[in-house]
T-cell receptor, first 114, second 114 residues
Framework: NAGVTQTPKFRVLKTGQSMTLLCAQD?????MYWYRQDPGMGLRLIHY???????AKGEVPDGYNVSRLKKQNFLLGLESAAPSQTSVYFC?????????????FGPGTRLTVT | GQQVMQIPQYQHVQEGEDFTTYCNSS?????IQWYKQRPGGHPVFLIQ?????EVKKQKRLTFQFGEAKKNSSLHITATQTTDVGTYFC??????????????FGQGTILTVHP
């Protein structure tokens, strides 16, 4: 079991460029989440998905889009990157109906927008 | 909106000293979780507390959930260099309990001097 994987690990973008971050999990989890982590601000939820084909906005969704075409994959897109989107992005997953709220995190993607 | 506040933001200790981080929620929580993130790593689940006044121990770590279920603490006895990292508390986001969404505190960064 690889758990939750993320690609790429690092990326540098110029303002206005676009990119897609890929998250994959092999635990058959229904719920998946995208967070961004900035110094002193903890983890903030960008978007989440409760199942294949469904997505919803989190706390800080502006400037991002997501898609969940397959249960195991959750994609985060930046259509026109801005310096304010420089951050570390984490994907997480959780099994629906589990007694524990435990989320399993991927290793993260460090994104710099210049 | 719901807020989860964590103090202190930073804590520097000498190896062998104790360490405590505190978490306070603006709303009553059905449960609270604690995560640890090593430098350069990703958050890893430590524990979940559910009951009012609950106390759980994991070796040198002691977790408490307040009687009113609005606050929690993590205490580490006799810190070691392996305890270095950021400790986050997280509670179910208001209005999103059924989807496992979490609101994270800002985290406490612990450094341990040998």
């Amino acid at each position: 079991n690889a758990g939750v994987t993320q690609t790429p690990k690092f990326r540098v973008l110029k303002t206005g460029q676009s990119m897609t971050l890929l998250c994959a999990q092999d635990m058959n989890h229904e719920y998946m989440y995208w967070y961004r982590q900035d110094p002193g601000m903890g983890l903030r939820l960008i978007h989440y998905s409760v199942g294949e084909g469904t997505t919803a906005k989190g706390e800080v969704p502006d400037g991002y889009n997501v898609s969940r075409l397959k249960k195991q994959n959750f994609l985060l897109g930046l259509e026109s990157a801005a310096p304010s989107q420089t951050s570390v992005y984490f994907c997480a997953s959780r099994k629906q109906g589990a007694r524990s709220y435990e989320q399993y995190f991927g290793p993260g993607t460090r994104l710099t927008v210049t | 909106g719901q807020q989860v506040m964590q103090i202190p933001q930073y804590q520097h200790v000498q190896e062998g000293e104790d360490f405590t981080t505190y978490c306070n929620s603006s709303t009553t929580l059905s449960n609270i979780q604690w995560y640890k993130q090593r430098p350069g790593g990703h958050p890893v689940f430590l524990i979940q507390l559910v009951k009012s006044g609950e106390v759980k121990k994991q070796k040198r770590l002691t977790f408490q959930f307040g009687e009113a279920k609005k606050n929690s603490s993590l205490h580490i006895t006799a810190t070691q260099t392996t305890d270095v990292g950021t400790y986050f508390c997280a509670g179910p986001s208001a209005g999103g309990t059924s989807y496992g969404k979490l609101t994270f505190g800002q985290g406490t960064i612990l450094t341990v001097h040998p």
